[in-house]
């Protein structure tokens, strides 16, 4: 099994302008919620921080192994 730190995932996102844009991001550690549904989720996008992605503005999400 892989330790989920070697574990990455490719994002790509359209955000709230329309823009398209590619994150390389870890594992997901935390979720957004509005009115007690979940909405999204929070990761650490590499290079960028730690950024925050809504459900549905997700258009791929693919894991990629990062050890090597």
Do not use: C, T, W
Not at 25 to 44: H, L, Q, T
Not at 48 to 62: A, C, E, P, T, Y
Request: hydrophobic content about 30%.
């Amino acid at each position: 099994m892989k330790d989920p730190v070697d574990i990455q995932y490719k994002l790509k996102y359209q955000n709230a302008k329309g823009s398209i844009k590619d994150y390389s991001i870890s594992a997901p550690f935390d979720s957004m919620r509005k009115d007690g549904e979940k909405i999204g989720f929070v990761a650490y996008s590499y290079g960028k921080g730690i950024r925050s992605f809504r459900n549905d503005r997700v258009l791929d999400m693919q894991a990629v192994d990062a050890s090597s």
